[in-house]
């Protein structure tokens, strides 16, 4: 019975330490799951906060941080051309608060603002062009045959005014004349209208192409150059290298005119007077190829210089008034065989023997002129 007895309890005890430990191991059991569940959540966390996922916020901020620099630094430009106009202090003021939300990163309100100043400068701007039509001035849909003449032309968008010379190659060169000798990257020279008329004896110019102004942001490490395909008078071609496969179109003038689409398909010949490529095209084998774009410079109203040709007949001229694409159904409506878009804005400038028709505008890296053969 004594025997029984011990063996009873051995067995007991043994129960009671296997129950024990099964109890102690599921204790850790439950301490190891709670571990692996913080260890699961601090994973977690590093994932939520890994360098790639760093990378694609910070990419984020910055293409936020670019789409406003460049939303306001276009403002910034279209402010420059309208200083001077009405309600210009409004402007500026709705300007500063825009800067000051920026520099708290309050990027989405400065975006609704600068949405609402563009609109205020639209106004502006159209409001600074509105031209009323003399009552005296001819309605004619021809160019003058030749000299200087402003007449209104009747398209099916509208009545423009329009001032234009137009000159035979028989007898008138069509030339470039530059501020620069060469190439210029940055600060190059510049010089007004006036002043490459008179040295070079013409008696007409016109501003030319689009350029890099020196008080455009945009432009502060670029100030004042230009970066498309031309020929000066001294038979320099400038940029040749980087427009090599160029889309812009070309005119080129000797005794005769000729516009190429494609800047691409141009070769480096220095037997005409001048080659100049400028954009858009306007109007090409007496068909209107611009119809306009998004481009807030060239869909809001404001003076349009263009140049243009009919074979042997040159025109140089500022449309006022309009827009780009309207500028190209006003040429068309005159019959001129092909034009292209050139430099607008503060940028314009028109002077015929001795006086500005338009401008002068801001000094300029060269200018179209006509001189006597």
Do not use: H
Not at 2 to 11: E, Y
Not at 311 to 323: C, E, F, L, R
Not at 338 to 358: C, E, M, P, Q, V
């Amino acid at each position: 019975m004594i025997i029984v007895i011990g063996v009873f309890s051995l067995l007991i005890f043994g129960a009671e330490k296997i129950y024990g430990q099964i109890k102690l191991i599921n204790n850790q059991k439950q301490e190891l799951s709670k571990n692996i569940d913080d260890l699961n959540n601090q994973i977690q966390e590093l994932k939520n906060i890994d360098q790639v996922k760093m990378n694609e916020k910070l990419a984020e901020e910055i293409k936020t941080i670019e789409k406003n620099y460049q939303e306001s630094v276009k403002l910034y430009e279209r402010m420059l051309d309208i200083s001077g106009k009405s309600n210009v202090l409004k402007i500026q003021t709705n300007w500063a608060e825009i800067i000051s939300l920026l520099s708290k990163n309050n990027y989405a309100s400065a975006s609704a603002e600068m949405e609402k100043l563009s609109v205020e400068i639209k106004k502006i701007e159209d409001l600074a062009t509105i031209a009323k039509i003399p009552e005296n001035l001819p309605v004619k849909d021809t160019p003058p045959q030749s000299g200087l003449a402003k007449q209104v032309v009747e398209t099916d968008v509208g009545k423009f005014v329009v001032n234009i010379i137009s000159a035979n190659l028989s007898d008138t060169k069509l030339i470039v004349d530059t501020a620069s000798s060469g190439d210029c990257k940055n600060d190059c020279p510049v010089l007004p209208l006036a002043e490459y008329a008179k040295r070079s004896g013409a008696f007409a110019a016109i501003n030319g192409p689009y350029f890099c102004p020196a008080t455009y942001p945009t432009c502060s490490d670029k100030k004042n150059s230009f970066d498309t395909l031309l020929m000066n008078k001294n038979k320099t071609y400038f940029n040749s290298d980087n427009n090599i496969y160029s889309s812009n179109p070309v005119a080129i003038f000797s005794s005769t005119s000729r516009f190429v689409e494609n800047g691409s398909s141009w070769g480096r010949d220095t037997s005409v007077d001048s080659v100049i490529m400028g954009r858009p095209l306007l109007v090409f084998n007496d068909e209107v190829k611009f119809f306009g774009n998004s481009d807030t410079k060239e869909t809001s109203r404001g003076n349009r210089s263009f140049l243009g040709a009919s074979d042997g007949t040159v025109y140089i001229g500022i449309v006022y008034s309009a827009t780009v694409a309207e500028t190209a159904k006003v040429i068309a409506k005159l019959g001129i065989k092909n034009a292209i878009n050139l430099d607008s804005g503060g940028s314009s400038a028109f002077w015929s023997n001795g006086s500005y028709l338009a401008g002068p505008g801001r000094d300029l890296p060269f200018g179209i002129l006509l001189v006597r053969r």
